[in-house]
């Protein structure tokens, strides 16, 4: 057996100070100096995921320290990866420490993206415990002479006949070095002691005293404020400023011009603020492209130059077409939404030494270290990102913007901490958008109310320019540096369109088109991508065709399901509300998916009424099946929270603009469901310890829009089918 | 910049300022707290709440100088010398209501506010206080329960 002989991670970055132990040591930099051989190792070195020590380490009082390549998001992932940890080494959750994303330090993950961190980050951390575990428990056995069945492994300590040692005193400070491999035994899928529980999330109590937490509560000695100064529309060339007296403004320090990207720095916060309005009003800009204006989504869709590809064809089309009893055809579409995170995006960065270091809540610090190496023109080794928790963030928001923004002013004003956060108005204009859909969809019936056909055919912008294949462009401010980065032509990746396109429901014959476009708006990842607009136009879709068969809507889905999974998800949700009856003007619709028809199973209820001449969303239920459940009481939060994200887009959220730039730039202009119109929610898990995890965080989206349309339906008899429903 | 005086926490500072800086620079900068957090800036969302008395207001747009001399109480300053939580902060424990946790300052401000104004509110006025206080993880319902389980005196 192998162990090092060296001090572990933890005893290095000890040394480290500031750099990057948890969230309690956000202390200056400065400290560095004399330790810049260790610091080196943080720009040259990145843990190998194979190894169990790059996943755990143990820690001198014997408790444990996880380290994980995702983010915090507020999707809970921190606290289901403690309990798969916790369970595997039989410790409490309370004896172990979770350190979130940082280059050098945590393996590197990608992206937090996807609904993937339990199945890929937890289940990491699970073997790596299992495999620590019983590598423990053999030299436990091997030092107090006993075969490893007679000890006790308890409360983080292993016992034999006379002797109890932690895991520390085992490991004589040393750390498990060598390869993770399939354990014997995982005690998450035997014992479940910790695993599948409502285990309260520690971070929490954080949040709940105002401790520093955020990356908004980060504080450096001598940290000086940034804003940027924003062009009036995307295609925009800045001019000529007026910079007279600018050394005059109150706490100036700096005025940062690379081609058209402007920056300002200032002493204090809040003059950097009214100096960026200040500036605002001093530039001159050269638009050299204005945004469209349509009447009709639908018709401007259908105008633009599209990449058409046949994704799916099964069956004979139209065969079963010509012999069909009843067809029918219908049009969906959906408008450019937004993530509107609550808190707006924030980085500090700081350039000392020749190295930058950023401060950020990106969702994937080494994809992000990548591109701002090449923005910037620096080695990847110049650069260390530590991930640091922001305002939930539903998917790439402009957390790799403002990190870029602030590396870029930290480079030209090297040696204090610069921080940059977004304004309101910033957030809402410039983030990357969910991108419009329209959803074509024709099928056929046969007399016994079987599908017997059906045509798909869907068109999109790209649901993807995140940073993460090193293209500079997909940073906003990439675009109008001096070097000018061409922004992303859209289009591009297909993934996240046709995702949830292909009908969970056996169908024989079934065709998908889809027509990839490149819309006029800056658009990425929104939380389920595609699938949010493809679930809610199927869902849709089939309660139009269960009426056209005369069939109950939970009937006509089951007859069309052979998976029993997806079976029982629906019956769950038909037992939850069947003493459900609408009064008169009101109605109760449901929808159901996989997430990208191989993750976690969603049904979604809703009972939809009026208040003032609006719909009103009176009560909603979920059903969710995400395989294994880690955390019973998170997957609930996180689907009652994407029921109501969910059913806000639907109802009301829509991205507006004219011919100069974004015009829903606040929280009025881009109206949200507010308290008075919040329904009451019932959200029931099922668990199925004998399955592997899946993520669940993206799951309710498009099974609520769905429910939500289905039940205004019923309510007013007439459908709607351009969200959001009230416009 | 001006020398003003304000009461904070029960503690009075002097800080320097432009008399207009909003109150919410001030607390997040001079003072480090880290308790009201800038949602929009646009007195919208309610992420920056303080208690003013037994008000909850946002404190984005309200100039420093306009406070001087009143109470103001933060996220903070609801935690008692021993360490102890406010039964409302309790209840957001209790309750899990949280997901990314940026709008629990000004949800926990607003129940703390109505706790001491109007303990007998039922769900409907709790929902209508919550009016300003937007929720974009859509925590709601983990929050409403929390208040109103929380605000009985
Ligand atoms: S930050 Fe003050 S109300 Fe939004
Ligand atoms: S919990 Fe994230 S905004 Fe409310």
Same mark, same amino acid.
């Given at each position: 057996m192998k162990y090092s002989n060296k001090p572990g991670r933890r005893n290095f970055m000890k040394q480290l100070g500031s750099v990057s132990i948890g969230f309690s040591l956000f202390g200056s930099l400065s400290c560095l100096t004399e330790n810049e051989k260790e610091l080196a190792m943080v720009f040259e070195h990145t843990p190998k995921n194979e190894r169990i020590d790059s996943w755990l380490q143990v820690l001198e009082d014997g408790s444990i320290e996880i380290y994980t390549g995702k983010m915090e998001l507020g999707q809970g992932i921190s606290i289901a990866i403690m309990q798969v940890a916790a369970e595997e080494l039989n410790i409490p959750v309370s004896r172990i420490a979770i350190h979130l994303a940082e280059t050098g330090i945590t393996p590197d993950e990608g992206i937090t993206a996807g609904s993937r961190s339990i199945e890929t980050s937890a289940m990491s951390v699970r073997q790596a415990a299992a495999c620590a575990r019983e590598i423990l428990m053999e030299i436990a056995g091997t030092s107090m002479k006993l075969p490893v069945n007679e000890l006790v492994l308890e409360d983080g300590q292993i016992r034999g006949r006379e002797e109890v040692k932690n895991f520390h005193e085992l490991l004589q400070g040393n750390q498990i070095e060598r390869a993770a491999?399939?354990?014997?035994?995982?005690?998450?899928?035997?014992?479940?002691?910790?695993?599948?529980?409502?285990?309260?999330?520690?971070?929490?109590?954080?949040?709940?005293?105002?401790?520093?937490? $955020?990356?908004?509560?980060?504080?450096?000695?001598?940290?000086?404020?940034?804003?940027?100064?924003?062009?009036?529309?995307?295609?925009?060339?800045? /001019?000529?400023?007026?910079?007279?007296?600018?050394?005059?403004?109150?706490?100036?320090?700096?005025?940062?011009?690379?081609?058209?990207?402007?920056?300002?720095?200032?002493?204090?916060?809040?003059?950097?603020?009214?100096?960026?309005?200040?500036?605002? *009003?001093?530039?001159?800009? $050269?638009?050299?492209?204005? &945004?469209?204006? $349509?009447?009709?989504?639908?018709?401007?869709?259908?105008?633009?130059?599209?990449?058409?590809?046949?994704?799916?064809?099964?069956?004979?089309?139209?065969?079963?077409? /010509?012999?069909?009893?009843?067809?029918?055809?219908?049009?969906?579409?959906?408008?450019?939404?937004?993530?509107?995170?609550?808190?707006?995006?924030?980085?500090?960065?700081?350039?000392?030494?020749?190295?930058?270091?950023?401060?950020?809540?990106?969702?994937?610090?080494?994809?992000?270290?990548?591109?701002?190496?090449?923005? &910037?023109?620096?080695?990847?080794? *110049?650069?260390?990102?530590?991930?640091?928790?922001? !305002?939930?963030?539903?998917?790439?928001?402009?957390? *790799?913007?403002?990190?870029?923004?602030?590396?870029?002013m930290a480079m030209e004003f090297p040696g204090r901490h610069i921080r940059l956060q977004w304004m309101r108005q910033e957030e809402h204009a410039w983030e990357p958008y969910g991108t419009a859909m329209l959803m074509e969809h024709k099928a056929t019936l046969d007399s016994t109310g079987k599908i017997t056909s059906w045509n798909y055919e869907l068109w999109s912008d790209t649901h993807s320019t995140r940073p993460a294949n090193g293209d500079p462009a997909n940073l906003l401010p990439g675009r109008y540096l001096d070097k000018g980065f061409e922004a992303p032509q859209g289009g591009g990746w297909r993934g996240g369109t046709i995702r949830n396109a292909e009908p969970l429901y056996s169908l024989d014959n079934f065709k998908l088109t889809s027509h990839s476009f490149s819309g006029p708006l800056r658009v990425s990842a929104l939380r389920s991508l595609g699938a949010y607009a493809n679930i809610y136009g199927i869902e849709?879709?089939?309660?139009?065709?269960?009426?056209?068969?005369?069939?109950?809507?939970?009937?006509?889905?089951?007859?069309?399901?052979?998976?029993?999974?997806?079976?029982?998800? &629906?019956?769950? &949700?038909?037992?939850?509300?069947?003493?459900?009856?609408?009064?008169?003007?009101?109605?109760?619709?449901?929808?159901?998916?996989?997430?990208?028809?191989?993750?976690?199973?969603?049904?979604?209820?809703?009972?939809?009424?009026?208040?003032?001449?609006?719909?009103?969303?009176?009560?909603?239920?979920?059903?969710?099946?995400?395989?294994?459940?880690?955390?019973?009481?998170?997957?609930?939060?996180?689907?009652?929270?994407?029921?109501? /994200?969910?059913? !806000?887009?639907?109802?009301?959220?829509?991205?507006?603009? *004219?011919?100069?730039?974004?015009?829903?730039?606040?929280?009025?202009?881009?109206?949200?469901?507010?308290?008075p119109e919040i329904p009451k929610i019932e959200v029931t898990v099922i668990d199925r310890p004998d399955l592997p995890p899946s993520g669940a965080g993206e799951s309710a989206q498009g099974p609520t829009a769905a429910a939500v349309t289905n039940a205004l339906f019923k309510a007013t008899g007439s459908r709607i089918r351009d969200l959001p429903l009230s416009k | 910049m001006e020398t003003i005086e304000i009461k904070v926490n029960g503690e009075t500072h002097t800080i320097t300022a432009d008399p207009n800086t909003p109150l919410l620079y001030v607390l997040r900068n001079e003072l480090e707290l880290n308790g009201p957090k800038f949602g929009c800036g646009l007195q919208q969302c309610g992420a920056c709440m303080v208690l003013i008395g037994s008000q909850a207001q946002p404190s984005c747009m309200l100039p420093v100088s306009a406070v001087s001399g009143k109470d103001i109480r933060t996220l903070e300053g609801l935690v008692s010398k021993n360490g102890d939580l406010h039964k409302v902060q309790q209840a957001f424990i209790d309750e899990q209501a949280a997901q990314c946790g940026y709008c629990m300052n000004g949800m926990i401000m607003q129940g703390v506010s109505i706790s001491e104004q109007e303990p007998e509110a039922d769900e409907r006025r709790i929902r209508e206080r919550l009016q300003i206080n937007i929720c974009r993880c859509g925590t709601h319902c983990r929050i409403l329960k929390a208040i109103k389980k929380s605000i009985a005196p």
């Open positions: 491999y399939e354990p014997k035994e995982y005690y998450g899928k035997t014992q479940r002691n910790i695993v599948g529980k409502p285990v309260k999330r520690p971070d929490l109590e954080k949040m709940v005293r105002g401790e520093t937490f $955020y990356i908004h509560d980060m504080r450096f000695p001598e940290m000086v404020h940034a804003r940027v100064v924003r062009p009036p529309v995307y295609g925009a060339v800045l /001019q000529s400023i007026r910079q007279e007296e600018l050394d005059l403004e109150p706490g100036f320090l700096k005025l940062v011009r690379s081609g058209s990207f402007l920056g300002i720095i200032t002493e204090g916060e809040y003059q950097a603020v009214q100096l960026q309005q200040k500036m605002t *009003d001093r530039c001159k800009w $050269y638009v050299t492209k204005e &945004l469209p204006q $349509y009447e009709n989504l639908t018709n401007y869709i259908k105008s633009l130059p599209a990449d058409t590809q046949t994704d799916v064809e099964n069956g004979n089309l139209a065969e079963a077409q /010509q012999n069909a009893q009843i067809t029918h055809k219908a049009v969906y579409s959906k408008p450019w939404i937004m993530h509107g995170s609550n808190g707006p995006s924030c980085a500090i960065a700081l350039f000392d030494k020749e190295k930058l270091h950023i401060w950020c809540h990106s969702q994937g610090v080494y994809p992000l270290r990548e591109t701002i190496a090449k923005m &910037l023109n620096i080695p990847v080794t *110049d650069i260390h990102i530590k991930g640091v928790p922001g !305002s939930g963030c539903y998917g790439h928001n402009p957390a *790799d913007d403002v990190a870029a923004e602030a590396a870029i849709c879709f089939m309660n139009e065709l269960a009426a056209k068969a005369k069939a109950d809507p939970f009937e006509f889905r089951i007859r069309h399901l052979n998976d029993e999974r997806a079976i029982n998800c &629906l019956k769950e &949700l038909q037992r939850m509300t069947t003493a459900v009856n609408p009064e008169s003007g009101e109605g109760f619709g449901i929808g159901f998916a996989r997430y990208k028809n191989s993750a976690s199973y969603c049904a979604v209820a809703a009972l939809v009424g009026f208040s003032e001449n609006k719909p009103a969303i009176k009560h909603m239920w979920g059903v969710i099946e995400a395989g294994e459940c880690i955390n019973s009481d998170g997957l609930k939060n996180q689907t009652e929270g994407g029921m109501i /994200q969910s059913a !806000s887009w639907t109802l009301m959220e829509q991205v507006t603009f *004219d011919r100069e730039h974004i015009t829903s730039t606040d929280w009025y202009s881009y109206p949200m469901l507010r308290y | -």
